[in-house]
């Protein structure tokens, strides 16, 4: 055990005097410091040894930290021997595990430091979770063949030499050490080497974050919340814009109208599609025998037929001949659904509807819309999405 508590102590100095390497840049210190905290944090080992650590450190070790002007020549080689040591001497495993802490900013900081550390920090499998932690809730399967056919256009292309792409490469220079570009650190070569391939999922998530990539996803309460959307979800295409945290939202043209661009839309007003299926197609209904009074569902809805579906919030009804009561109801074993939308006062024509559950198509006029597609809605952040969007007023 004493053994394992020493090579513990030995790993953390080695490590620190490793980020101190002559081609680290000069950010390392503070990341040198953050790395070693995660780490004494993360590692279990650590963990036992955190308390009893220095009590268990030989003296002559203690000394030798304590006293640089009193070492003695085998010490003062052991310090040099130290001082030559390199990030890249631990352990795969080890410097995985520090690289999964490491934010995305300080992953791109790290590739400039060397070809080896430049492909780690490049490598899929980091830059999914980040991907998945900051983007997974409103990129959806639709999102993904966007991303796909976009890479597919350009794959025999160079990213600076195409105008179109300044955008982004002058995003990728904020982000991206200028030695990363250049490569002074890497070697001789085409600057556009160093940068990630354009199928992998750092450029992705680059391409995201820099405003430059539309991408399909739905927005809640469209136009800020005009009150002829309330409680409703339309399909858009998104842009986010770094400066403020937020996204530009461009909606499909409604017939002969302009297409609509709404800015500053928030995270909390998107998700990813629950279903996916194109904005100006019907949704085949799947759920239709397992609705009971009381369940949450999705409709689609449209203004006329030139118009792409919105889905709006709603919960299943009891039919005019039951009174409620749950021992008695016999409403989900009826052929007629009874669809209830309570954001609308009991004497709009907004307020109830029905559907049938053996032959439901598209059903509605001109005057009222067209109801579309059902889906039941379980999932308990979705619902807890759409009370919090809950109107403060009644409609009409």
């Known amino acids: 055990?004493?053994?394992?508590?020493?090579?513990?102590?030995?790993?953390?100095?080695?490590?620190?005097?490793?980020?101190?390497?002559?081609?680290?840049?000069?950010?390392?210190?503070?990341?040198?410091?953050?790395?070693?905290?995660?780490?004494?944090?993360?590692?279990?080992?650590?963990?036992?040894?955190?308390?009893?650590?220095?009590?268990?450190?030989?003296?002559?070790?203690?000394?030798?930290?304590?006293?640089?002007?009193?070492?003695?020549?085998?010490?003062?080689?052991?310090?040099?021997?130290?001082?030559q040591m390199s990030v890249l001497d631990l352990p795969d495993l080890v410097l995985e595990c520090i690289l999964e802490k490491v934010p995305p900013e300080g992953l791109c900081h790290l590739a400039s430091v060397c070809s080896s550390l430049r492909e780690r920090c490049m490598s899929d499998h980091l830059w999914e979770r980040h991907l998945k932690q900051k983007w997974g809730g409103i990129i959806g399967p639709a999102?993904?063949?966007?991303?796909?056919?976009?890479?597919?256009?350009?794959?025999?292309?160079?990213l600076f030499n195409q105008a179109k792409e300044k955008g982004l490469g002058s995003y990728l220079s904020r982000l991206w050490p200028l030695s990363v570009i250049v490569g002074p650190n890497l070697g001789a070569g085409d600057k556009r080497n160093n940068l990630p391939p354009i199928d992998s999922v750092m450029f992705w998530y680059l391409a995201l974050e820099s405003g430059k990539f539309w991408f399909p996803a739905q927005v809640y309460n469209r136009e800020n919340g005009h009150v002829g959307f309330m409680l409703s979800c339309y399909d858009a295409e998104l842009s986010y814009d770094p400066r403020t945290d937020t996204f530009h939202a461009r909606y499909p043209p409604h017939g002969r109208m302009a297409v609509a661009i709404e800015t500053g839309v928030t995270w909390d007003r998107l998700r990813a599609p629950l279903v996916d299926n194109p904005a100006h197609d019907l949704h085949i209904s799947d759920c239709l025998y397992d609705l009971r009074p009381g369940d949450h569902i999705e409709i689609q809805w449209r203004?006329?037929?030139?118009?792409?579906?919105?889905?709006?919030?709603?919960?299943?009804?009891?039919?005019?001949?039951?009174?409620?009561?749950q021992h008695y109801c016999r409403c989900h074993e009826c052929d007629t659904v009874v669809l209830e939308f309570n954001q609308y006062s009991p004497g709009s024509r907004w307020r109830r509807t029905t559907v049938s559950r053996k032959d439901h198509r598209e059903e509605g006029n001109e005057a009222e819309g067209f109801y579309g597609g059902i889906q039941k809605v379980e999932s308990r952040e979705v619902i807890s999405t759409w009370k919090r969007l809950w109107p403060a007023q009644v409609l009409e």
């Open 303 to 325: 203004r006329n037929k030139k118009f792409p579906y919105g889905w709006w919030y709603g919960v299943v009804g009891h039919l005019e001949t039951c009174d409620g009561n």
């Open 143 to 158: 999102a993904y063949r966007e991303w796909q056919w976009h890479i597919a256009l350009r794959k025999d292309s160079r």
């Open 1 to 83: 055990m004493l053994f394992f508590l020493i090579t513990s102590f030995t790993f953390i100095t080695l490590l620190y005097k490793s980020l101190a390497f002559k081609l680290v840049p000069t950010w390392a210190s503070e990341f040198r410091l953050q790395l070693l905290f995660r780490l004494w944090k993360d590692l279990s080992l650590l963990t036992l040894v955190r308390k009893n650590l220095f009590s268990l450190i030989p003296l002559r070790m203690l000394a030798m930290r304590s006293k640089p002007g009193g070492c003695s020549k085998a010490d003062d080689h052991v310090e040099t021997t130290v001082s």
